[in-house]
DNA sequence: TCAATTGTTTGTCGATCGACAAATAATAGA
DNA sequence: TCTATTATTTGTCGATCGACAAACAATTGA
């Protein structure tokens, strides 16, 4: 173990790339544009992530890591179901709504639309939708289980519509919907769970 | 007005290309993919269309003109307000899950992410998605005036939201959510207005 | 001091991108 | 038939894509 010490701060340059990726998708931001974001040759890119798809997941893992994993943490860190999902729906829009930050959310955003040859980021970033929507309805589930929810809940098409509110706050929030219009548009969609859980 | 007669039909040729962009985005489909697509060579491509952008907006039109139209299609023909906005989700579903179609909406799908030069296109789906948004709060605020939804109902609140909706049904439909899963949540969705409706 | 190892610089690679020029072919009207 | 007009064929253009090779620089451990 030697060898000449890095000259630029590795997480630093991960963490613009993450940004360049998320305001302008995968396809969308090019290894001239990580250039320029990084403010570092593109050979020492590939010499420190391998390659452009790489630093792209590794990218998406600091986005989940960090600001991405708002969802996990509200779902796991309330006790009540109503107050996970209120949380999990109110972060989701403090985030995609950021001024310092690119609207919407990465995993939704950033790679949508590609070619044939990058279908692999893509069914990677879906997987990562889809596991999302799993943990809504688990947590749904076990507020059923903690006797929150009704016991004739429909866990699943719960979880399937906030799942698809999340998506469409992230369609909302990147069209430049203002974040109150959002946060108005969440009151409705607590709706139903509130009525799910005799609430209403 | 003379000249050679064109050998292909044009209208044939623009919904492949429609199905092309539809799948795969604006960016995502090459002019490789669309002389594959339409099954004849660039220049008469660019003959017959002008640009490739210019193609693009031709499909998204004749999109919005088919089976994209669906949603304004809901809104004016129902007389109900709940009924209208049911339909339109119904649609929304029905469309976006077809097997002989590109699932979710080309207008959320096609143009999410790009790169910097095609920002226009990008602005010019954006601003479709804002109107449908809406169309879909007027027909609400007429909901009102019709008496069929209370005078206190949050027309604003409910047309983003249901907008959100639609929007989150494209991103679910894109990634294989099946179709009675997402009329399952769609189900819920309809909650809010059936209460502002007074029907719940 | 001197290998071994790793980072940086510089330049460039082949492939593909969207787009079009020039030549040829086929029609309508004079 | 001849001219004007439009379509098709063929080939290629410059720009940009992601990616890397080779030479040089800086560090560690022997």
């Known amino acids: 173990m030697a060898g000449r010490p890095r000259e630029f701060d590795r997480d630093?340059?991960?963490?613009?790339?993450?940004?360049?990726?998320?305001?302008?998708?995968?396809?969308?931001?090019?290894?001239s544009d990580l250039v320029a974001a990084l403010g570092i040759a593109s050979a020492r890119i590939y010499a420190a992530f391998g390659s452009k798809e790489e630093l792209f997941r590794e990218a998406v893992a600091l986005y989940a890591a960090g600001d991405g994993g708002f969802a996990d943490l509200a779902l796991s860190q309330e006790d009540d179901v109503v107050a996970a999902i209120q949380r999990m729906l109110a972060d989701a829009v403090a985030l995609y709504t950021r001024d310092d930050l690119p609207?919407?959310?990465?995993?939704v955003s950033a790679a949508t639309n590609c070619s044939e040859q990058n279908d692999g980021v893509l069914e990677w970033l879906r997987a990562q939708r889809q596991a999302r929507t799993q943990s809504v309805t688990e947590r749904l589930r076990r507020g059923v289980a903690d006797g929150q929810l009704g016991p004739d809940a429909d866990v699943d098409a719960l979880g399937d519509f906030y799942a698809a509110q999340l998506h469409g706050v992230s369609v909302q929030a990147r069209d430049g919907v203002p974040r109150e219009r959002l946060l108005a548009s969440l009151a409705v969609a607590m709706t139903p769970l509130r009525i799910a859980a005799g609430k209403a």
């Open 12 to 31: 630093q340059a991960l963490r613009q790339a993450m940004l360049a990726f998320w305001r302008r998708g995968y396809e969308g931001t090019s290894m």
């Open 103 to 107: 609207h919407g959310c990465m995993v």
